[in-house]
């Protein structure tokens, strides 16, 4: 795997820490528990996104555009991120905010995600829940093409096959520095929505032979259509990176969407215990759309006794803390029944 030959502008901070979380484990008395802290990358508060942009914006600099189009959910992660980079980088940056949730509170629609879009100078236009925001993107960047613009659509969450090069330098990274810390990770769970973090840590711990099986815990589709977005994905991805045809293989591509309660972006009760008891034990903030929801998971897979007591799992950190702000009425809930 040549991950050199694909054009990258750094703009994170990495590689980022792998920590134990001693308190958390203690406290579920289950596996081994440690934190790939990609909240950390250090882009506008941080998050996954910033490793996708790494190669999307390079991309979009090898194409002498000037403007970067994308969307996401209002309280999106990825606009946010997509926004700080294109700040940092010279571009001008658009972004479509789709209403998924139907929430009309100030602190929803304009704090969090929404004011640091502003904040690094991104110009922002709403779409009703259920748009086709591929097609709004294409039609912006059509107007746009006629204003004399050179602009650059990346699509929702960044995940395409450049994006998910940003994951396969994270398979590569974290396989690095668990041999270097004597680590031997039996799994490592995350959040998965858009697909493209799962595609990338699963082309790439497949390309690299890590025997290191992924488990997402999916954020809003059903099961079979995660499974089949990230497979999809994770093929296209592993084509791009020049590996033989069928390394990647359905067996390799888990997700559990046990966890996404009534919908994207709308809290359970199980994200708001999960997002407390981090904070309270490990210090550490996760965020109420995603990686609450898959820490949520992963505790109620540790309760239930889902992996051995010995082993070792990893639980990336894909960031979005950002997003508490723009829903503090959901942490009002009374404190769980201890
Ligand atoms: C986007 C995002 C995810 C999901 O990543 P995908 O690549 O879209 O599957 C997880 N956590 C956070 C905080 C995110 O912003």
């Excluded at 959040?191 to 990338?200: E, H, K, L, R, V």
């Excluded at 711990?205 to 259509?225: D, F, Q």
């Excluded at 034990?281 to 109420?288: C, N, Q, Y």
Aim: proline share 5%.
């Amino acid at each position: 795997m040549n991950l050199a030959r694909f054009p990258r502008i750094r703009l994170g901070h990495g590689p980022t820490p792998l920590e134990p979380m001693e308190n958390l484990t203690k406290r579920l008395g289950g596996p081994r528990l440690w934190i790939k802290r990609d909240d950390c990358t250090g882009l506008s508060t941080g998050g996954n996104k910033t490793r996708k942009l790494e190669y999307l914006m390079a991309d979009a600099r090898a194409q002498g555009a000037d403007t970067v189009i994308t969307q996401g959910a209002t309280q999106s992660n990825h606009a946010r991120q997509t926004a700080a980079a294109c700040a940092k980088l010279g571009f001008r940056c658009h972004i479509l905010l789709e209403d998924r949730t139907g929430y009309t509170d100030d602190a929803y629609r304009m704090s969090g995600n929404v004011l640091l879009d502003k904040l690094h100078g991104a110009s922002v236009e709403r779409r009703p829940g259920g748009a086709d925001m591929q097609a709004e993107m294409e039609a912006v960047a059509e107007r746009m093409r006629g204003e004399g613009k050179r602009p650059y659509v990346i699509p929702g969450g960044g995940s395409n096959p450049i994006g998910a090069l940003g994951y396969v330098t994270a398979a590569l990274e974290l396989v690095n520095q668990a041999a270097e810390m004597g680590l031997k990770i039996d799994h490592l769970v995350h959040a998965t929505g858009s697909a493209g973090t799962q595609a990338g840590l699963v082309a790439g711990l497949v390309g690299l032979n890590s025997g290191i099986p992924v488990l997402g815990i999916g954020v809003r589709a059903p099961r079979e259509k995660q499974e089949a977005n990230v497979l999809a994905l994770a093929q296209r991805t592993a084509d791009h990176l020049g590996l033989p045809p069928g390394t990647v293989r359905a067996e390799h591509v888990v997700a559990n969407c046990d966890y996404v309660g009534q919908g994207y972006g709308i809290p359970t009760r199980g994200m708001v215990d999960a997002v407390r008891l981090v904070a309270e034990t490990e210090g550490v903030l996760l965020d109420p759309v995603y990686s609450g929801k898959g820490m949520a998971g992963l505790i109620d897979l540790v309760r239930k006794g889902s992996f051995p007591e010995d082993s070792s799992v990893v639980f990336l950190h894909t960031g979005g803390a950002v997003g508490l702000f723009g829903y503090p009425d959901a942490f009002d809930l009374p404190a769980e029944a201890a």
